[in-house]
Structure formats: C-alpha cells, structure tokens
C-alpha cells in the first residue's frame, strides 16, 4: 500500500485524507486548559464509540472544545452527563466543517446537547441522534449568555469561573457556513400512520431539534420529534438569534436578523413534528423550497391542542412537484384517531409559488376541528397545475369544523385546475375563504371553492380587492352543499369579467336554501361566451344575487339568473361590435336621431371599457369623457395671460349615447336620459324622422 501511494501521487492525496478523517476524528483543542476535553475509545450501545469525558463544568452547564470534530460511518460519539448537568455546549474551532456520519447522543442523561462550527456542518445518510434533552446543530459564531460572555469558535478563551446560566442567544458573523443532511428519503409514510423512524435525526417528545446556520440544505434527510418542536433557520450574515426555553424545549427569536438565507428540501426530505399534543414547527429563511415530495408537517395524535406550522420568508416559498403519490407539502392534519384540533398553518413570505402538484393543506379526517389556513404574501401568490391546492378540508369520516382560509397577497392567479377548496366531506361546516388582494386572475378551470358534500354548513367565499376579479376557460367561483345550509359569495372590485364558460355560482341540493352572491364594485360587470353568474337550488329555491356600483355587460350566450340589481342600474345584453367606432366621426351626429327605444342609464364614471375581445392583462386604462370647462373664476383662470378671441366653435362635451338601427353606439351632445322639457321630445317629426 505505501509503495502504491508513492507511484500514484492523486492516490497518496486519497490515502492522507482517509488516514486524517480516521486518526483525526475528534480532536480536544488547548483553549480549556486543565479542563479540556477527554476522548477514550469505548463500546456503547453495541458499536464501538468515542466517549467523551472532562470538559468544563460551570452550574448546570458543562463546555468542551474541540480542534476537530467528526464521527466515522458505524462508530458513535457520546458525551458523559455528570449529576446536575443540563446543558453540554461543544465547539470546534480548527476551521474545518464537521462530519457526522454515525451516532451522537449523550450517555446515561438527558441534557441538552449544543454543536457549534462556524464553518459548517454535514450530517451523513446514516447519521443519527441518541439523546434525552435538546440538540442544537448550529453554524453561528459564538453561543451568548446573559452575563455578557461569549463562547466562541472565532476567539476561543477560557470559561469565565462564576456560573453561567443557558445561553440565551447565537450570534452570526458574515458568511457562515451552511449545514447539510443527508437521508435516503425513505422517512414519508406509506400510509396514513406517523412517522415513527429512529433513525436519522430524532430528539424525544417535549424537546427541540434545532439547525441554525448559513444555507440549510436537506436531501432526501428525516427530522422527526412526536410532539416537541422543530426548528430551521438560515442567517446570510452579521445577526443575532435568540433563544427561549418553553415547554418543549426551546423557541428562537429572528428579530435581530437583517439578511436571511436559503432552505432547501428536496429527495423527499421529511420535517415532522407530529404526536401526541402535536409539536411545533419553525422555519425562517430568505427562499425557502420544498420540491420532489418533500414534506413539512406538524400534527396532532390524541385529544391535545396541536402546535403551529409557522414559515417565514423574506423573499420566496415555492413548494413543488411531488415524487410518485407524495406531493411536496406543508401540512398539518388531523388524522383519524385524533379528537383534538389540528393546529394553524401561518406563511409569511414575499412571494408564494405551489406548481406541479405542491400542496398547503390542513385536513381533518378525526373527531377534531381542522386547523386554519393563513397567508401573508407581500408580492404574489400563484398557483400552477393539478393538484396544486390550497385546502382546509374534511375527509369522510371526519367530525368537525373545517378551519378555513385566509389570504392577504397583492396579486393572486390561479393556472391549470389549481384551487383553493374548503370543504366538508364528513360532519361539521366548511370554512370559509377570505381573500383580500389587488387583483384576483382565475383560469384554465382554476376554482376556488367552498362546499359541503356531507352533513353541515357550505363556507363563504369572500374576495376584497383594490383592481380586478377575471375568470377565463372554464374557472369557476362556487359554493356547493348537499346537506346543509347555504354558502355565500361576496366579491367586492373594481372589475368582474367572466369569459369562456366561466362562472359563479351557490348551488343546493334536496331541501336547501343556496346562498347568496353579491358583487360590489364600482366598474364593470361583463360576462363573455357562455359564461355565468347563478344561484340554483334542485327543489326551486334562488338565492338572490346582488349587482351594485357597476355598468353590466352580457353576450346573449351568456346569462345571470335570479339577478337584483339596486340603484337603477342597468342590465344589457348585447352583441360586442366588431369595428371600434370613431367618436370624433359620431359626436356631431345630428341630435335628433335621438330615437324612441330602450334606454341605457350610466351612473358613476363615464368612459369605455375595454374591449370584451381583448386578452387579460393588469395595465389596463380607463379613458374618461370630455369634462366640462374649469369655472373662470378659478385661479388658474385669471392668471396675467392674453387672450385670443376667435369665432371657432366651442367643444361640446359628449353627455350620452344611443344604439342606432344598426347596432352600434352613437355618442351624443345631449343627454339622452333627460325627459325635461328643455330637451327635445322623444317623438319623432318631420324634420326629426324616425330611423
């Protein structure tokens, strides 16, 4: 072997690193002096292991530093835990990441354990954790105490004597390094049942399992607790994150983060925290994706309150595709033995992606109430393709209200038979949806839907927003019951326009009353090419449908039934013309051709809407009338100008329009509303014939 070393010089690279990763796996550094760290080779639990012994105690808390810090695949590292010790805080401050491809854990104890390399951290496919209390697996700097010592990798020094409480912070300098786990993606179920693996990356109920570092990065990688808490942050740069003990374990704080950076799951990587009571899980980053079905859920076994799936993204969370029946996900669920209520799923972001069948859902299938849907997107939401849903649901067999909706963003679309669904599929009511955006964008049989299918209440879907609602190829709004009482809908925009087989509607089955639909806006309402707005009911009830604030337009192939519209609005349905007619040609019209038909009463703003046949787009703009002359006594009006009389005729501005006999719309000088008597009459005369 020597001589080969010697003949291959890219062997003899190969050989020293192999003898290095072997003799140099953990190493103590001199920085604790007479308290250093003692490593002696022992057998533990069966696989032969590193023990590791002395370290500085100081109270409760006991530290170790290391120049290196690595644990081979099939050995194990373990700490020795004194009598009185509940916090084992390790450094490594050689400047190379640390490998763990084994077994770490802390023997015959169940304090908290503490790993600290700011220059990375690699968790293996085999590696695992056996340990009572918490683990901490962070790529920061220096852990904080509240006695303003650090212990720190980038300047090591010697344990202060007095007695150091648990650290309450981790505090980052620029550039960190990231942390990486490795898994064989084997961690999903199979079936409806909890993850209930012990290997990979495990801590005990009522703990927490912590990974705090630059970019995190989980392939294929499991980290499991039944009822503790999860934590996953990523920092970019100079910042502190706090740390406070709770009931099950530890939370951390991210409010003296500026720059975050980026989490990626993907080979079907499982985050769940999923057990009896249910567990917590948080998740703070800049970009955080879930892709090949990779899931992050937290749900309740039992009759205990669940805990809370909370993400947080400065820029982005894209959840995408899924890997065979497993589509990537954040979840919380109530699954069918539980009796308690499923906990909420909270997404803060700038952005929101779900595409190829990425899911957020909080589903009941128990005796408990489902949890709530909530998400804060200051950019945009989109959602692509089937099976990509939003959905608070309950499942047959299900007993229990469904936690509903709720949707801030600025745009949202909806592409490709995606939906946003609350429904009942067993006993209880549906949730209802609340969005509220400045544009909400509906196509290719996107739906958003708020029904009930077995015994119960169908939600109300509301839509708030500052622009448009437009709904095109087949998109649809609904609310559908079979077995209870109605669903609303309330749309409140400037807009609403429905184009091909597009349609909004409340429908009942059996004896039920179906709900209402109202549309405020004060714009247009314009339904195009077999498109609909109805309530129907199979035992003859309508519910009402309510137009207000609006001009409404509607192609003969199209249809609002049931429809009230208060004040004095006007209901037309006609054909579109073709040809764009010139108002300047149409304005000098001869005023008598004031004709005798139906009348079309505008109030509000003036103007034209676009065209009915012109693609969807948000940069559209209203063009006003021609608005009569500022009043001359108006400052504007009596400024020190000369002025220029001329005999040219005044502007008139248009004040109406009319149908001709053809069909096409003739703008007028007069108003054609008006039966004063200073207008002319309606009657036709010789010298005004009839068209």
């Known amino acids: 072997m020597r001589s080969f070393c010697v003949t291959l010089p890219l062997v003899i ?87 763990i491809l084994g077994k770490l854990g802390v023997l015959n104890g169940n304090a908290n354990l503490f790993l600290l390399n700011p220059k990375g951290i690699y968790f293996g496919p085999n ?18 105490f509240n006695d303003n010592f650090e212990f720190s990798a980038t300047n090591p020094q010697v344990v202060p004597l007095l007695s150091v409480n648990i650290p309450i912070g981790l505090r980052f300098r620029e550039n960190p390094g990231s942390i990486q786990i490795q898994g064989d993606g084997l961690g999903l179920r199979s079936t409806a049942e909890l993850i209930n693996t012990t290997s990979e990356l495990r801590v005990q109920p009522n703990q927490t399992l912590a990974l705090v570092g630059g970019d995190l990065f989980l392939e294929g990688a499991t980290l499991k607790t039944a009822g503790g808490r999860i934590e996953l942050g990523s920092v ?155 959905s608070s649901d309950i499942n047959n067999g299900g007993v229990g209200n ?63 927003t500052a622009k448009d609602i437009r709904l095109n190829n087949q998109a649809s709004i609904n609310a559908f019951t079979t077995g209870g009482g109605q669903g609303n809908i309330i749309l409140l925009s400037r807009d609403l326009i429905l184009r091909n087989n597009s349609n909004i509607t409340t429908v009942a089955q059996g004896k039920f009353e179906p709900g209402s639909i109202g549309v405020f806006g004060d714009g247009f309402i314009i339904l195009l090419k077999n498109s609909r707005i109805d309530s129907s009911a199979e035992e003859d009830f309508k519910g009402s449908i309510f137009l207000t604030g609006g001009n409404v337009f509607v192609s003969p192939d199209s249809s609002i039934g049931g429809f009230e519209i208060p004040n004095s609005q006007s209901l037309i349905t006609f054909e579109v013309p073709e040809i764009v007619i010139d108002p300047t040609q149409q304005i000098a019209q001869n005023p008598c051709q004031k004709g005798s038909g139906s009348s079309f009463t505008v109030t509000g703003r003036g103007g034209f809407p676009s065209s009915p046949n012109d693609g969807f787009s948000n940069n559209e703009t209203r063009v006003d009338l021609v608005e009569p002359v500022a ?45 004063t008597t200073a207008q002319r009459s309606f009657k036709p005369t010789a010298a005004c014939p009839a068209f």
């Not at 590696?127 to 904080?144: H, M």
């Not at 599929?425 to 964008?441: E, H, P, S, T, V």
């Open 127 to 144: 590696a695992s954790l056996d340990l009572g209390g918490s683990f901490f697996g962070t790529t920061a700097e220096s852990f904080i």
């Open 402 to 464: 469904s936690g509903g909706i709720q949707i801030n963003t600025n745009n949202l679309s909806l592409t490709n038979n995606a939906k946003i669904s609350a429904s009942n599929n067993g006993q209880g009511n549906a949730g209802d949806i609340r969005i509220r955006a400045n544009n909400l964008f509906l196509t290719n049989g996107a739906q958003i839907s708020a029904s009930t299918f077995g015994n119960g209440e169908a939600g109300n879907i509301e839509v708030l």
């Open 13 to 99: 690279l190969g050989c020293f690193i192999f003898i290095n990763k072997a003799t140099a796996q953990i190493n103590p550094d001199n920085s604790l002096g007479t308290e250093s760290s003692i490593v002696n080779p022992d057998v533990i639990k069966g696989i032969p292991s590193d023990r590791i012994d002395g370290g500085a105690t100081r109270g409760s808390s006991l530290f170790h530093s290391f120049q290196d810090f690595n644990v081979d695949t099939g050995r194990g590292a373990y700490f020795s835990n004194p009598a009185g010790i509940t916090n084992i805080l390790t450094r490594v401050t050689g400047g190379n990441p640390s490998n």
């Open 631 to 675: 009043s001359s006594n108006s400052q504007a009006a009596t400024t020190n100008q000369s002025i220029t009389h001329t005999n040219a005729k005044p502007i008139i501005p248009a004040q109406g329009w009319i149908f001709n006999s053809k069909g096409e719309v003739v703008l007028t000088a007069y108003d054609p509303t008006t039966t």
């Open 236 to 390: 970019a740069s100079s910042g502190l994150v706090s740390i406070t003990p709770i009931n099950k374990g530890f939370a951390l704080g991210y409010g003296n983060v500026q720059n975050f950076g980026n989490i990626r799951l993907s080979q079907r990587a499982s985050v769940d925290a999923s057990g009896l009571g249910g567990g917590d899980i948080q998740v703070w980053g800049k970009r955080i994706t879930l892709a090949d079905g990779s899931q992050i859920e937290a749900s309740p076994l039992g009759s205990q309150q669940a805990g809370l799936l909370f993400v947080n993204a400065t820029e982005q969370v894209e959840v995408i595709g899924s890997y065979l029946n497993f589509p990537s996900a954040l979840a919380t669920y109530a699954y069918p033995t539980t009796t308690g209520v499923a906990g909420d799923l909270i997404v803060n972001t700038g952005e929101l992606l779900l595409r190829n069948g990425g899911l957020i859902n909080a589903t009941t299938s128990g005796q408990g109430n489902g949890g709530r849907i909530i998400i804060n997107a200051k950019g945009n939401i989109s959602v692509d393709g089937i099976g990509s849903d939003i």
